[in-house]
């Protein structure tokens, strides 16, 4: 059985990608719809059903349970993928799931994209910097996530009603 999804992707790492392919922005990132039958296949730019890949993907991803990943004691930083812990970082475009975060942590929190796969949520106490965070991600891209699996160097912020890319490093 084919499925329609959706993956998170960025875009300076992919052009050659995204210029036969089938993509909307998301933020300061690439969202692209793919059909998922064991393998990963993109869907070419000439295709005419585009808005229709999109819906489809979007449902998809709203099926997708959302699975946390606590990452030590001392501090609240929780990564979130997929049940599959493959494509995870997608789960944000998805409001519910945002929602159900906010709820969770009764308040405004982080988003800190560390791969394709996942992000990682950090609750807003008021004692963060967007800044520092933005240098963590970066340091973290740098050393040890692979340009292929690299999202972005950005930090993103949740307020209860939407994302806001709060602080990003230009493509060098």
């Known amino acids: 059985m084919c499925i329609i999804s959706?993956?998170?992707m960025n875009i300076e790492n992919?052009?050659?990608l995204l210029d036969k392919?089938?993509?909307k922005p998301f933020l300061?990132?690439?969202?692209v719809p793919y059909q998922d039958d064991g393998t990963i296949r993109?869907?070419?730019k000439n295709?005419?059903?585009t808005e229709t890949l999109f819906e489809a993907g979007l449902k998809e991803l709203s099926r997708q349970?959302?699975?946390f990943l606590k990452l030590g004691d001392c501090i609240p930083l929780q990564a979130v993928t997929n049940s599959k812990m493959c494509l995870g970082a997608a789960l944000m475009i998805n409001k519910e799931n945002l929602d159900l975060i906010h709820e969770s942590f009764a308040g405004n929190f982080w988003i800190l994209p560390s791969s394709v796969h996942e992000f990682m949520i950090l609750p807003d106490e008021g004692?963060?910097?967007a800044e520092e965070l933005l240098n963590i991600v970066t340091e973290i891209n740098r050393e040890i996530v692979s340009d292929d699996d690299k999202l972005s160097d950005s930090v993103y912020y949740y307020d209860g009603e939407k994302i806001i890319v709060c602080a990003h490093k230009e493509a060098r």
């Open 127 to 129: 004692n963060e910097n």
């Open 14 to 16: 992919n052009i050659e």
């Open 47 to 49: 295709q005419s059903y």
């Open 28 to 31: 300061n990132v690439a969202m």
């Open 21 to 23: 392919t089938v993509w």
């Open 6 to 8: 959706i993956r998170l």
């Open 65 to 67: 349970k959302m699975r």
């Open 42 to 44: 993109y869907i070419s």
